[in-house]
């Protein structure tokens, strides 16, 4: 996989999710074979006003690597300002976000409410390639609603005005997050462009990431909700579509295992009052579908420190022992 000068080592990447897709959680996938990274989304404005949690944001570690930063907003001189700022923290893409469908960030003219003013987008995207030196990418959605149905339009758009790999969900805007993803659209798009594709909606099994290359011929996949509580499912797909080999999924003692390293991590990098709040969400998904689970997510939902974590841990082994590796 190739984006201008940048070259990947395997096809599977993992999404910028808002609120989840951290540093530590960028780290953690990467160690599981994650081929690239995206940060969460990051304001253009903020970082006009200097806004001091824009800037965490964008905080990159070597073991994440190669990572995008990802900005959003709607004005392309500050969109350009917010890229050239963001070099201060070397990332190896600059992403632009016209997809998120969140109705906070689309109120303010940014995410996928972009997708109404096509030209706006490739004006955003020549700003932007304008004023950084390293390759520009576009995640964005099928269009606004089913009336808008425009994202291969933007995407030729976006390319001609400099972007170097365009990301692709596979719904619009309206669709949030249902029904399931139009991967027809998805090969659509990719034949219409002559720069990378990057497929992205309804990845949750090594089958699905294998399946999304086969049938719409994009360059590579990129894995959100699938990854959550899953972040092995990068080193999985890997082996899947590279040797067709199916590794198993891990047992409930390395779930917890993973868990707990992915939790302290957060609380090295946030502290643990902050990094336990944060934690609440992954340790929910990290029990999803083990027995007891229910029981497992509520006390997730109030773990304050890193003690009461692993005394869940512990629980949760105890009570699958019958599934232990």
């Not at 006003?49 to 964008?58: F, G, P, T």
Request: net charge neutral.
């Amino acid at each position: 996989m190739k984006i201008g000068n940048l070259e990947w080592d395997g096809n599977i990447a993992l999404a910028p999710m808002a609120g989840v897709a951290d540093r530590a959680f960028r780290e953690l996938c990467a160690g599981f074979g994650a081929s690239y990274v995206v940060s969460e989304m990051v304001s253009s404005k903020g970082l006009h006003y200097s806004d001091r949690k824009s800037a965490e944001l964008m905080e990159l570690s070597a073991a994440e690597r190669p990572a995008g930063i990802q900005l959003f907003g709607d004005d392309p001189a500050v969109m350009a300002e917010a890229a050239r700022r963001a070099m201060d923290f070397a990332p190896d893409v600059i992403d632009i976000n016209m997809g998120c469908p969140a109705p906070k960030v689309n109120s303010s003219g940014g995410g996928a409410s972009l997708m109404k003013d096509p030209a706006l987008c490739a004006r955003i995207v020549e700003a932007v390639a304008n004023a950084v030196p390293v390759p520009v990418t576009v995640k964005l959605r099928k269009g606004w609603d089913e009336h808008s149905v425009n994202g291969i339009e933007v995407a030729q758009l976006c390319e001609a005005a400099g972007a170097q790999a365009i990301t692709i969900h596979g719904r619009t805007r309206a669709q949030m997050y249902a029904p399931a993803a139009d991967w027809d659209y998805i090969a659509r798009l990719k034949r219409s462009v002559g720069i990378p594709v990057i497929g992205n909606g309804d990845i949750f099994t090594p089958e699905d990431a294998a399946n999304m290359l086969e049938q719409t011929g994009c360059d590579a996949v990129m894995i959100g909700r699938g990854a959550c509580g899953n972040p092995w499912i990068f080193q999985r797909a890997r082996a899947w579509i590279r040797e067709h080999r199916m590794l198993p999924e891990p047992g409930p003692a390395e779930r917890m295992r993973v868990m707990c390293r992915h939790v302290e991590q957060i609380c090295r990098l946030r502290g643990e009052s902050h990094g336990m709040r944060e934690a609440r969400k992954h340790a929910a998904w990290y029990v999803r579908g083990l027995k007891g689970a229910a029981g497992f997510r509520r006390e997730a939902g109030e773990l304050c420190t890193l003690e009461q974590l692993y005394r869940l841990a512990a629980r949760v082994i105890l009570a699958n022992e019958d599934h232990a590796e």
